[in-house]
Nanobody, 120 residues
Framework: QVQLVESGGGLVQPGGSLRLSCAAT????????MGWYRQAPGKQRELVAG???????NYADSVKGRFTISRDNAKNTVYLQMGTLKPEDTAVYYC??????????????WGQGTQVTVSS
């Protein structure tokens, strides 16, 4: 069974920073792309940043230059370093991973979500 366990959300003032982490657990797994999505109240879930197994990253225009995605393949963990946070970054952030369990097809997995609130 594959699980994505997120941590690092919280309340931060505008201009502040937060770091999110997401660890994938399970046996006999290999992970392709990983990413972070967010969903604000009344809005659709959107891609924030993604990263391939080789380390190539892409970002939503709204976070370019402020957020950095990275991963540690040895730990099956993806990180999102968020800086210069704005109130409009407030949302529930979800981790996503494309995971192959040995002998099966690739499936999408999601974390439980972590709340990020940017407010003074």
């Amino acid at each position: 069974q594959v699980q994505l366990v997120e941590s690092g959300g919280g309340l931060v003032q505008p201009g502040g920073s937060l770091r999110l982490s997401c660890a994938a657990t399970g046996s006999r797994i290999s992970i392709n792309a990983m990413g972070w999505y967010r969903q604000a109240p009344g809005k659709q879930r959107e891609l924030v940043a993604g990263i391939t197994s080789g380390g190539s990253a892409n970002y939503a225009d709204s976070v370019k230059g402020r957020f950095t995605i990275s991963r540690d393949n040895a730990k099956n963990t993806v990180y999102l370093q968020m800086g210069t946070l704005k109130p409009e970054d407030t949302a529930v952030y979800y981790c996503n991973a494309e995971v192959r369990i040995v002998g099966t097809l690739i499936n999408d997995y999601w974390g439980q979500g972590t709340q990020v609130t940017v407010s003074s």
